[in-house]
């Protein structure tokens, strides 16, 4: 119990023994009642003493345990012999006769230079290295994604020069690959959740080693386990290797060849780091590696589909770049962003105006008043470039052909929110309720409800309640993504409605700020992309929720987001009203 919080009638004054202490002297460190002060600066006139509050006395003051063996006396000195503290009765026994003994205030600072050391190897060297080493392990993983989607792809390839009767043995080689594949991935998996368990518990560790040292407790110095050497042997390091394609010009059941390359791991493949500064963010060559590491993800586009064929695979450039800058002319703020065309792109602000601008002159070429003259608060574009924008104070979602405005959706203690057009020609709606406690995704055949989106499997709210900016987008496999502020993360569930996973930012976060996402997209490749406002950062992730890198290209507060059929990126900046193009993909 800490004397500065336990009750005063506990404690006695060490002169009359008998009545509660109510005052302390921080020179002498002695309790004191009030009636002997003045006896305490009568028996030396040498010091200066300073009488304080009990309450009040120094923090530093050190608070020595009890003996375990005669009650309430107080252990001043320590046996290193025997490893115990001892009471003066203790002294004067023969039991500890001819034994070094220590003052316990030597064996504190000790103890305490020993966890420092502890605490600083732990903070600067072990901790960081078990982080790069995350690092490694997930550039392995996705260098595994890449590299096994190009196998597949060279099968696939070199499959097609052939007649359907080696289209079985094409199935089984892909077939192959993919067991290889989510074999070895499954191990690094593993691996890694067992490195970022040990992660946590050196955090943990770090934590508690900072209680103790915050502690005037001498006897939570005892209570601290030495673990060093068990983190000090680091975890050994997974090897991956790749199988290799050989095509072989014999008989059509031989034309192909995948020789298994399992993966291998190596004890001694990690070494120690000695400092922490590269684990700062933009400074990291592990975390520089991991972000610019692009990653095939091979998903059939439903619009391709339809036509037999999927969308050419793209990669990430190792740096995006800017292509073009459009100023809006918007007065205080720019928010949303719905691409027309490849050469015309819709904006909404802070106004009642949605304007239509021109990407290549960076001219205006229309502007749309809302019906009702309220502001918009999101816009999209439907296939047939008919513009679409909710009105939440009217409680409508409405379309705009032919520049005659048409009320397709009124609702009834709903407001809507974000929207979006779904590759079938559907509407996905987000909204929440009058009393600010719901909020749902509805699908819409022009103003018929089809579908409602709102609760997990356990019945759980899937998103945030209140009235939050909430973005919705449609994935290429029909996954409905949106970008939820009030969750801090991006929801996703398939196109039945059921949560494939939740994405609540990647660390480092490039300024160490909170991730709150904003505006949300796909490609073609179905990555996800949301603006994060706190960071200044557009993130990528795959379809199935892994962070894949971040865009910068000097973002100020990126806001909406919106892509072409190039797989341009389109940011509208919150900060200074401006459209950027960013070119991500090659």
Same mark, same amino acid.
């Given at each position: 119990?800490d004397?500065?919080?336990?009750?005063?009638?506990?404690?006695?004054?060490d002169?009359?023994?008998?009545?509660?202490?109510?005052?302390?002297?921080?020179?002498?460190l002695?309790?004191l009642?009030?009636?002997c002060v003045?006896?305490?600066?009568?028996a030396?006139?040498?010091?200066?003493h300073k009488?304080?509050?009990?309450k009040?006395?120094?923090?530093?003051?050190l608070?020595?345990?009890r003996?375990t063996?005669?009650g309430?006396?107080t252990?001043?000195?320590y046996?290193?012999?025997?490893?115990?503290?001892v009471?003066?009765?203790?002294?004067?026994?023969? *039991?500890?006769?001819?034994?070094?003994l220590?003052?316990?205030?030597?064996?504190?600072?000790?103890?305490?230079?020993k966890?420092i050391?502890?605490?600083?190897?732990?903070?600067?060297?072990?901790?960081p290295t078990? @982080?790069d080493?995350?690092?490694?392990v997930?550039s392995k993983?996705?260098?595994l994604?890449?590299e096994y989607?190009d196998?597949?792809t060279?099968?696939?390839?070199?499959g097609e020069?052939?007649?359907?009767?080696?289209?079985?043995?094409?199935?089984?080689?892909?077939?192959?690959?993919?067991?290889?594949?989510?074999?070895?991935l499954?191990?690094l998996?593993?691996?890694?959740?067992?490195?970022?368990t040990?992660?946590?518990?050196?955090?943990?560790?770090i934590k508690?080693?900072d209680?103790?040292l915050?502690s005037?407790h001498i006897?939570?110095?005892?209570?601290?386990p030495?673990t060093l050497?068990?983190y000090r042997?680091?975890p050994?390091?997974?090897i991956?290797?790749?199988?290799?394609?050989?095509l072989?010009?014999?008989?059509?059941? @031989?034309?192909f060849s995948?020789?298994? +390359?399992p993966?291998k791991s190596?004890?001694h493949?990690?070494s120690?780091?000695t400092?922490?500064k590269?684990?700062?963010a933009?400074s990291?060559?592990?975390?520089?590696?991991l972000?610019?590491?692009p990653e095939?993800?091979?998903?059939?586009?439903t619009?391709?589909?339809?036509?037999g064929?999927?969308?050419?695979?793209?990669?990430?450039?190792?740096?995006p770049?800017?292509v073009?800058t459009?100023?809006t002319?918007?007065k205080?703020y720019l928010?949303?962003v719905?691409?027309l065309?490849d050469e015309?792109?819709?904006t909404?602000?802070?106004?009642?105006?949605m304007k239509?601008?021109s +990407?290549?002159?960076?001219?205006?070429?229309?502007?749309?008043?809302?019906?009702?003259?309220?502001i918009p608060i999101?816009?999209?574009?439907t296939?047939?470039?008919?513009l679409?924008y909710t009105?939440?104070?009217?409680?409508?979602?409405?379309t705009?052909k032919n520049?005659?405005?048409?009320?397709v959706i009124?609702? *009834?203690?709903?407001?809507?929110?974000?929207?979006?057009?779904?590759?079938?020609?559907?509407?996905l709606?987000?909204m929440?309720s009058d009393?600010y406690?719901?909020?749902?995704?509805?699908?819409?055949?022009?103003?018929?409800?089809k579908?409602t989106?709102?609760?997990?499997?356990?019945g759980?709210?899937l998103y945030?309640?209140?009235r939050?900016?909430?973005?919705?987008?449609?994935n290429r496999?029909l996954?409905?993504?949106?970008?939820?502020?009030g969750a801090?993360?991006v929801?996703v569930?398939? *196109?039945a409605g059921?949560?494939?996973?939740?994405y609540?930012?990647?660390t480092p976060a490039?300024?160490?700020e909170?991730f709150?996402?904003r505006g949300?997209?796909?490609?073609?490749q179905s990555h996800?992309?949301?603006?994060?406002?706190?960071n200044d950062y557009?993130h990528?992730i795959d379809?199935?929720?892994?962070?894949l890198?971040y865009i910068?290209?000097?973002?100020?507060?990126p806001?909406?987001?919106?892509t072409?059929?190039?797989?341009?990126?389109?940011?509208a @900046?919150?900060?200074?009203r401006q459209?950027?193009?960013?070119?991500?993909? @090659?």
């Amino acid at each position: 119990m800490d004397p500065s919080t336990s009750a005063q009638d506990m404690m006695r004054c060490d002169l009359c023994e008998t009545a509660v202490v109510q005052m302390h002297c921080d020179t002498c460190l002695v309790n004191l009642c009030k009636a002997c002060v003045g006896e305490h600066f009568s028996a030396d006139f040498s010091n200066h003493h300073k009488i304080v509050d009990f309450k009040d006395r120094k923090k530093s003051t050190l608070i020595c345990p009890r003996c375990t063996s005669h009650g309430e006396e107080t252990c001043e000195m320590y046996c290193t012999q025997c490893g115990i503290p001892v009471c003066s009765i203790c002294l004067a026994s023969d *039991q500890h006769l001819g034994h070094k003994l220590v003052r316990m205030q030597e064996i504190r600072d000790e103890k305490r230079d020993k966890l420092i050391k502890k605490q600083t190897e732990l903070k600067e060297t072990i901790y960081p290295t078990y @982080q790069d080493i995350v690092y490694d392990v997930q550039s392995k993983m996705s260098q595994l994604e890449k590299e096994y989607g190009d196998l597949s792809t060279a099968i696939t390839k070199h499959g097609e020069d052939w007649h359907r009767e080696i289209d079985k043995l094409v199935k089984k080689l892909k077939a192959e690959v993919d067991e290889m594949k989510n074999t070895q991935l499954q191990t690094l998996q593993k691996h890694l959740a067992e490195i970022k368990t040990k992660i946590c518990d050196i955090k943990d560790e770090i934590k508690s080693i900072d209680s103790v040292l915050d502690s005037t407790h001498i006897s939570s110095l005892f209570s601290v386990p030495s673990t060093l050497h068990e983190y000090r042997k680091l975890p050994r390091k997974i090897i991956v290797s790749f199988p290799k394609f050989t095509l072989k010009k014999l008989q059509a059941d @031989q034309l192909f060849s995948l020789k298994t +390359i399992p993966l291998k791991s190596d004890e001694h493949g990690y070494s120690m780091k000695t400092t922490q500064k590269s684990l700062k963010a933009g400074s990291s060559p592990l975390v520089k590696q991991l972000l610019d590491e692009p990653e095939t993800v091979n998903t059939i586009d439903t619009r391709y589909s339809k036509a037999g064929s999927s969308p050419p695979v793209k990669q990430l450039l190792d740096e995006p770049e800017t292509v073009t800058t459009i100023d809006t002319g918007y007065k205080d703020y720019l928010y949303s962003v719905a691409c027309l065309s490849d050469e015309e792109i819709w904006t909404r602000g802070d106004d009642n105006i949605m304007k239509l601008y021109s +990407i290549n002159q960076g001219s205006l070429l229309k502007s749309i008043t809302t019906k009702s003259g309220n502001i918009p608060i999101d816009i999209a574009v439907t296939e047939s470039g008919d513009l679409v924008y909710t009105d939440c104070d009217d409680r409508t979602v409405n379309t705009v052909k032919n520049e005659k405005t048409e009320e397709v959706i009124r609702l *009834q203690n709903w407001k809507p929110l974000s929207v979006c057009c779904t590759s079938s020609g559907d509407l996905l709606v987000i909204m929440y309720s009058d009393n600010y406690k719901q909020t749902k995704v509805v699908r819409y055949s022009g103003s018929t409800e089809k579908q409602t989106i709102q609760f997990d499997d356990k019945g759980k709210p899937l998103y945030s309640s209140g009235r939050y900016n909430r973005y919705i987008t449609e994935n290429r496999n029909l996954d409905i993504c949106v970008s939820d502020y009030g969750a801090s993360a991006v929801v996703v569930v398939n *196109q039945a409605g059921k949560l494939r996973f939740r994405y609540t930012g990647h660390t480092p976060a490039p300024k160490n700020e909170p991730f709150s996402p904003r505006g949300i997209t796909t490609d073609s490749q179905s990555h996800i992309l949301t603006a994060d406002i706190n960071n200044d950062y557009v993130h990528i992730i795959d379809q199935d929720g892994q962070f894949l890198r971040y865009i910068d290209c000097g973002l100020s507060y990126p806001w909406g987001l919106c892509t072409d059929t190039n797989d341009n990126l389109f940011v509208a @900046q919150c900060g200074n009203r401006q459209v950027k193009k960013i070119k991500y993909l @090659q």
